[in-house]
């Protein structure tokens, strides 16, 4: 069984920066798809950013130049690095994998693999 594990998440204020991080035991984040979705309440989940084993990587058009994602594959962990947070960035963050997304990377319907998510408040 895959388990995804997100951390990082909390609140911060706008014009801030948080980093999440997502985990797993159980499947390697290396030469696969992986990614970021988010909730809020009351709206669709939309992707936020995703990252091809090619090392190709996908940016909602909301985030880029503000978001980065990224891999460490000695710790197998997936990095969200959040710069310049707005109060609409305020949603539940959630880590998936894939083990391919080329033709749709920014698709939830790519990713099989799904965390729990992490909350990220932006307040004023």
């Known amino acids: 069984q895959v388990h995804l594990r997100e951390s990082g998440g909390g609140t911060v204020q706008i014009g801030g920066s948080l980093k999440l991080s997502c985990k797993s035991s159980t499947l390697s984040f290396n030469s696969r798809c992986v990614g970021w979705f988010r909730q809020s309440p009351g709206t669709e989940r939309e992707a936020v950013a995703s990252?091809?084993?090619?090392?190709?990587?996908s940016y909602a058009d909301f985030v880029k130049g503000r978001f980065s994602i990224f891999v460490d594959g000695a710790e197998n962990t997936l990095y969200l690095e959040m710069n310049n947070l707005k109060s609409e960035d305020t949603a539940v963050y959630f880590c998936?994998?894939?083990?391919?997304?080329?033709?749709?990377?920014?698709?939830?319907?790519?990713?099989?693999?799904w965390g729990h998510g992490t909350q990220v408040t932006v307040s004023s």
């Open positions: 998936v994998a894939a083990g391919t997304c080329a033709s749709r990377p920014l698709a939830a319907e790519s990713f099989g693999f």
């Open positions: 990252l091809q084993g090619s090392g190709r990587v």
